[in-house]
């Protein structure tokens, strides 16, 4: 199982859009007028309802076993960084004013390395993933 991959469901509904489901993050969901467009859609629904669960402090769900009828839905890096550092943030018990104290920045740019919005240099959501004793892994498989 990748830990930032997540299986989606696409069916057409009666009115004849294409509907992105995802068992893992009910919250996330998107339509569209063709297949290709649904598809292009769902990782931005992912990443909001993703963002909701980082602004209610609630866990980020694991990816169940995705099946052969399934789409895999793999989250940008910059943004599987992010929700990583926020994960080990979130067990570790630490705060934003605690990760601040631990890299020498201040809370607001912590809160800009957890913002899945803001293009942040992976290096430092990289040094702030080490600072909790992790380490950024990125693998490459063949489409």
Do not use: C, W
């Amino acid at each position: 199982m990748n830990r930032f991959i997540y299986p989606a469901t696409l069916v057409v509904d009666t009115a004849g859009f294409y509907l992105v489901t995802f068992p893992d993050i009910p919250e996330a969901g998107t339509d569209a007028e063709t297949r290709e467009e649904a598809i292009h859609e769902a990782p931005d629904a992912l990443i909001a309802a993703l963002g909701g669960y980082m602004e209610a402090k609630r866990a980020i769900p694991l990816p169940s076993q995705i099946t052969q009828d399934q789409l895999r839905v793999t989250l940008p890096i910059l943004v599987a960084a992010k929700l990583a550092l926020y994960e080990a943030m979130r067990t570790a018990k630490v705060t934003n004013m605690e990760m601040g104290r631990r890299l020498g920045i201040s809370e607001s740019a912590v809160r800009r390395l957890l913002d899945l919005d803001h293009r942040s240099h992976i290096a430092h959501v990289e040094a702030a993933l080490a600072t909790l004793g992790h380490r950024l892994v990125v693998e490459v498989h063949a489409a």
